[in-house]
């Protein structure tokens, strides 16, 4: 006798069917979703470049001691408290660690002036180079038993300047280079404090260096012989720059509340402008010139204006300091790197509209 089946059992049967298949199709989507994760590199990298975008952020492994960007805008390399160097493509989002070492191991980067090679140096007695074509390490520059602390591509040509730290009461020193060659070309005289920063000027012909002292030299690099010398601060210099047209030269200290901005075709031992700001840990020229965006030790950010000579912009701290800061290219945005591990990006248009109405100095 055959058995009529209910249509309403019918009915029920095919819709558990149907729950059963869609619950089975979610969680294997969950599955390729967590093992495509598991799969990302390393170094919080993204596969846009999402990051160069106003108020965006970035996490890199650990606190950024310094940042810089390719003069062919393809790359962005950091250093960290770790040791390591890291180098991030602004096409394609990729993060890769070019370098591991010890805390305080790197404690700069720099492009050379075609970008296609990145410089990295920091408590050793050499420089490590690498070919950003090929992806390589290039041979290093090696130095016997002098440690280098700061590095400086010429904006022009093969010059390198290395500045070496201070050893055993000594004084610190500078070293120019070839550096395709890896040829000792001559050195610079003597400093009373270990070498923290090199700038040169846009026309290559002179050399300002600041010293763990707060002194700073001034030196003629077509006859090398030292044109200026006086102490800034009284504590040593944390960052130093001309501006992008040579007619500026500034400098920050550790531990103190302004920024020193000197007349470069003067050199007078007083500067010509002052920016306040608390705690400079660093700042940068924009391409333009008349801008700076300052760091500080409390996180904050400021922006001076080079023709009213005042702050005409200001963030609040977020309690984490901020190391360090580089300009894109176009002028418009820059970058901040500090101890949260993030790299920040900020929009110079949008800090201004901020705030209507400018700060004095």
């Not at 090398?224 to 504590?235: D, N, W």
Request: with cysteine; aromatic share 10%; glycine share 10%.
């Amino acid at each position: 006798m055959d058995t009529l089946e209910d249509p309403e059992y019918r009915e029920s049967s095919w819709s558990n069917s149907l729950k059963q298949l869609l619950m089975t199709v979610f969680g294997i989507g969950i599955l390729i979703v967590m093992i495509a994760s598991q799969m990302e590199p390393k170094g919080n990298s993204r596969s846009d470049n999402s990051w160069l975008t106003p108020d965006s952020e970035v996490a890199p492994p650990s606190s950024i001691w310094s940042i810089a960007l390719s003069p062919l805008e393809t790359d962005i390399a950091y250093s960290t408290i770790e040791g390591d160097v890291w180098l991030k493509s602004m096409a394609s989002g990729r993060v890769d660690c070019l370098k591991r070492g010890k805390p305080g191991m790197a404690r700069s980067v720099a492009f050379s002036p075609d970008g296609r090679v990145l410089a990295a140096v920091g408590r050793e007695a050499s420089v490590w180079f690498w070919d950003l074509r090929r992806g390589t390490e290039l041979p290093r520059l090696q130095f016997t038993g002098e440690m280098v602390k700061s590095i400086a591509f010429a904006p022009k040509g093969s010059m390198l300047a290395v500045g070496h730290a201070r050893e055993r009461g000594g004084r610190g020193t500078i070293t120019v280079c070839d550096w395709t060659t890896r040829q000792r070309l001559f050195d610079l005289g003597q400093h009373p404090g270990s070498i923290n920063f090199l700038a040169f000027s846009h026309d290559c012909k002179r050399l300002a260096a600041g010293d763990s002292e707060g002194f700073i030299k001034i030196w003629d690099l077509t006859t090398g012989i030292e044109q200026r010398s006086f102490q800034a601060a009284k504590t040593g210099i944390n960052a130093l720059a001309f501006s992008p047209d040579g007619a500026w030269l500034a400098a920050s200290a550790a531990l103190t509340n302004e920024l020193l901005i000197w007349d470069a075709g003067k050199f007078e031992t007083s500067p010509s402008m002052v920016a306040p700001a608390p705690a400079i840990s660093s700042f940068a020229f924009a391409p333009q010139g008349q801008t700076v965006a300052i760091v500080q030790g409390d996180g904050a950010t400021s922006l001076w204006d080079m023709a009213s000579k005042r702050i005409v912009a200001r963030t609040e701290g977020q309690g984490r300091s901020l190391y360090c800061v580089a300009f894109t290219f176009d002028g418009q945005f820059f970058i901040t790197g500090g101890a949260n591990g993030s790299l920040q990006t900020w929009s110079l248009a949008k800090m201004v509209q901020r705030q209507p109405s400018a700060q004095g100095s």
